[in-house]
């Protein structure tokens, strides 16, 4: 055999290998392909990871949160200041000394049909008179209304205190 021969054999034979490996590498190739093909028609429900948590910890969020309002709850009630009973006075007058408040009353209680009394301001130190407490605005508008009848009392009117 010549040279020429024997390389153009060389040549055959390395041609003959490449499509071999070829034909190998196509073969593998599909079959990874179909398989590829054949899973993804397999379809399997897409769950982000957020999801399956939220799936897992929804419960033991609904719990927690109920737990904690439970507890503000229960903390709220016991802090709980005993509410003061707000009163509605009608007030009759102010003056600057005792002694002038004290006047009023000696002359204005014989018109009246209710019990005044004298209190002192702790803001300006002035004297307050007026009628006994009410324990409803109601209440204290009806006596205001018959009370402003007489003119010594034409200038009353309701406050109202804790």
Same mark, same amino acid.
């Given at each position: 055999m010549n040279s020429i021969n024997k390389i153009n054999l060389?040549?055959?034979?390395?041609?003959?290998?490449?499509?071999?490996? /070829?034909?190998?590498?196509?073969?593998?190739?599909?079959?990874?392909s179909d398989e590829s093909l054949r899973q993804s028609q397999i379809k399997e429900p897409e769950i982000s990871v957020?999801?399956?948590?939220?799936?897992?910890?929804?419960s033991k969020i609904i719990t927690k949160a109920q737990e904690i309002k439970n507890k503000i709850k229960t903390e709220k009630d016991s802090l709980k200041i005993p509410s003061r009973q707000?009163?509605?006075? /009608?007030?009759?007058?102010?003056?600057?000394?005792?002694?002038?408040?004290d006047a009023f009353i000696k002359?204005?209680?014989?018109?009246s049909p209710y019990l005044m009394n004298i209190?002192?301001?702790? /803001?300006?130190k002035k004297f307050v008179v007026r009628l006994k407490p009410f324990s409803t605005r109601?209440?204290?508008?009806?006596?205001?209304?018959? /009370?402003k009848q007489i003119s010594e009392f034409k200038d009353a009117?309701?406050?109202s205190e804790e």
């Open positions: 060389k040549n055959d034979l390395k041609f003959v290998n490449f499509l071999a490996l /070829i034909n190998i590498l196509l073969l593998f190739g599909c079959s990874s957020f999801q399956e948590a939220a799936k897992q910890d929804s707000l009163k509605f006075y /009608i007030q009759l007058g102010v003056f600057t000394s005792k002694e002038r408040a002359d204005a209680q014989p018109k209190t002192q301001r702790e /803001i300006d109601e209440e204290a508008e009806s006596v205001k209304k018959n /009370i009117f309701i406050v």
